[in-house]
């Protein structure tokens, strides 16, 4: 079983009518993911490739029992198709769209944690995909293969070449998880550890981290206590300057907190194996496998 | 996007909260004019991004505008840690009795905004949070909720300020929560928040961070960016949407994705080298923002040489050396162009390379290869 998405996943896609989440739901389509429904306000009515487009969540779920939304709504107003997502009782929201302001995120994560059972992946991620099964979002295909490995992602190109070192060395994935790279991302490195712990297909664990905030700080905590399973990190940003924005809002140094030092620290003190070079994460997971 | 103390406190202002009136000079002469507009003492503040200004010289308090004058021509052009001053702000003089330290920013671990109120101010936060924390008072907002007024009341007492000036304060903390959120802030700081003589409140500084993602909606930030200084290299990637950022050393670097560029950095660093750049040309890695990326790198003398370190996802690497063969159709390079292609499409790609032949392109198979033959071709310049 993996995570999040598989053959189960009901798909809908916010913003279908879209150029990019147009594309990439046909991706998703030819992946083999089940995409019932677009909406777009509006729009109602239409169809993208004989995928019907509704006007409102609570109208395509109706019609269409859709349990999982992608978000490509432009970031004025991805927040807002966030909550109307949750309202529409969609279980898993992935939210692909990149600049949505930081107090915006915030409102959406305390209440979606306070009154909703919604989980959220994302905004500013490449998505999830579990191979062989459904992909969701915008990560590349070719390189992933069905397998126990979990991947867990701050960075979307990182993801992808440690998704391509683990394939080369025969090790497939059970699911990659972008969870992006914003300030307040719904769902953090503890929430799909916590689910990868409790897959039963899941073995290893790789998780590639980077500057900025205490999300892996916090990982190294709940891997101490809660994870049995090898984990194998990776962090990015030793030599990044304080005080500069490193492309990704979230990956930005102040003071002495969320060093890629303190991280690497933090994870090595709990076991977990770092790779110093990108490269070598699938190498470790390989040996932490006994392979 | 960091503003400067009187950019801030025009803000604080629009949103009343009290600051002291003051008027932006960049001469001596506008400097005393603006002091005999005030009347009475005033403070000529050097307008630089950075902290520790007082001790550096860049902040003096004059009796009148002669002595206003003779200050501001001392502070400008001063340089203060690297920074040049080119601007000064004037106010009028406050009769202090406490200074305090309040702040609010994002928790970004326990996802909620956070108040950080002390009755130590005027002096560096951190060092006060290390040398008596139990001097540092924080607490937790629901971004949901917003700043109650009972968490206003407590941060007053639970901080020790000043019971009497109870009311001022907490009315003043509700009024800068307000701006953190209703100006899209990633932190609002006020060092020295200060009681006065005559029992009220002002901030006497201002340090704001306005979260870049939501300028869309706040066109009266649109002015700002105009008094920051800017290097000219970033200057010349922000005109062409390139997310660059100028770093000190030789090797030029171009990766598609952030994480895959801040690698890169890392990576060059492990080598023995040092970056002259972060550059995440994105997921398409297009011909023409490799050509825009290389022109920029062109204008950096340190430069020695360049590693293109691309991961093949959805973008094709034949794709993306297909672009680079085009770019370099146009450019003349000044500097051995080092390309590392991996993932879809990799052979391919580095086949197109290898036909190319071009003698100061070299095919890498892997990161580190290629950070290695970045930074030996640097260093051998």
């Known amino acids: 079983m993996p995570i999040l998405v598989d053959n189960n996943t009901r798909l809908l896609v916010q913003g279908l009518t879209g150029r990019e989440g147009g594309f990439h739901a046909g991706r998703n389509r030819e992946y083999g993911t089940n995409v019932v429904a677009g909406v777009t306000p509006g729009k109602g009515g239409e169809n993208v490739d004989g995928v019907p487009v509704f006007d409102t969540i609570a109208d395509a779920v109706a019609a269409t029992e859709a349990n999982a939304a992608m978000t490509f709504v432009p970031p004025a107003f991805a927040a807002d198709a966030i909550l109307e997502a949750a309202a529409g009782g969609i279980e898993l929201i992935v939210c692909i769209t990149e600049g949505i302001p930081a107090q915006d995120e915030a409102k959406v994560y305390n209440y979606l944690r306070q009154t909703t059972d919604a989980v959220l992946v994302g905004p500013n991620c490449p998505g999830v995909l579990s191979p062989g099964k459904a992909n969701v979002g915008i990560m590349p295909t070719t390189v992933a293969r069905p397998g126990s490995v979990g991947v867990v992602s701050r960075s979307g190109t990182l993801t992808y070449q440690a998704v391509y070192e683990l394939t080369s060395l025969g090790l497939g994935q059970s699911t990659c998880v972008g969870i992006g790279g914003d300030p307040v991302p719904g769902s953090s490195f503890v929430d799909i550890l916590a689910m990868f712990q409790d897959d039963p297909e899941t073995q290893a664990i790789a998780m590639i981290g980077e500057i900025g905030g205490d999300a892996e700080e916090q990982a190294a905590l709940f891997i101490e206590e809660h994870v049995t399973k090898p984990v194998v990190a990776y962090i990015a940003g030793f030599t990044a300057p304080t005080g500069k924005k490193m492309g990704h809002a979230g990956a930005i140094i102040s003071g002495s907190q969320g060093t890629a030092i303190a991280k690497k620290e933090a994870l090595e003190a709990v076991g977990v194996q770092v790779a110093v070079y990108p490269s070598e994460i699938g190498e470790l997971v390989s040996a932490a496998l006994g392979g | ?381």
């Open chain 2, 1 to 381: 996007m960091d503003l400067h103390e009187f950019q801030g406190k025009a803000l604080f202002a629009s949103l009343a909260v009290p600051v002291p009136e003051g008027h932006l000079a960049t001469t001596p002469e506008e400097a005393a004019t603006a002091a005999e507009q005030l009347g009475g003492k005033v403070v000529v503040k050097a307008q630089v991004q950075v902290g520790g200004r007082g001790k550096a010289g860049g902040i003096k308090i004059a009796d009148d505008h002669h002595q206003a004058r003779q200050m501001a021509s001392e502070i400008l052009g001063m340089d203060i840690k690297g920074h040049t001053v080119h601007r000064l702000w004037v106010e009028r003089a406050t009769d202090i009795a406490a200074e305090y330290y309040a702040s609010f920013t994002l928790d970004r671990g326990a996802k909620k905004h956070l108040a950080i109120v002390s009755a130590k101010g005027g002096m560096d936060i951190e060092a006060v949070a290390a040398d008596s924390p139990e001097d540092v008072v924080r607490l937790h907002i629901d971004p949901m909720m917003g700043l109650t007024d009972w968490q206003a009341r407590r941060l007053v007492y639970d901080a020790k300020l000043d019971t009497a000036a109870a009311r001022p304060l907490a009315a003043t903390l509700q009024k800068l929560y307000r701006a953190f959120v209703d100006l899209d802030c990633d932190l609002v700081e006020v060092n020295p928040l200060v009681v006065t003589a005559e029992g009220g409140v002002i901030a006497l500084d201002s340090k704001v961070t306005i979260d870049s993602n939501a300028l869309y909606r706040h066109p009266e930030f649109a002015g700002f960016s105009e008094a920051f200084v800017v290097d000219p290299i970033e200057a010349m990637a922000k005109e062409r949407h390139l997310n660059f950022i100028k770093l000190d050393g030789t090797v030029g670097v171009m990766a598609n994705g952030a994480g895959l560029a801040m690698a890169t950095l890392d990576v060059v660093d492990l080598v023995g080298g040092a970056a002259a750049n972060f550059l995440d040309v994105g997921g398409g890695a297009k011909a023409e923002t490799i050509t825009d990326a290389m022109e920029v790198l062109m204008q950096d003398p340190a430069v020695g040489a360049v590693l293109i370190n691309i991961f093949g996802g959805i973008v094709r690497c034949d794709l993306v050396a297909e672009g680079i063969v085009t770019a370099l159709s146009s450019l003349e390079l000044p500097w051995p162009l080092v390309v590392r292609l991996d993932g879809t499409n990799a052979a391919e790609g580095r086949k197109v390379l290898a036909d190319f032949d071009h003698e100061l392109v070299i095919s890498v198979d892997t990161m580190r290869q290629g950070a290695e033959k970045a930074v030996e071709l640097a260093g051998a310049r």
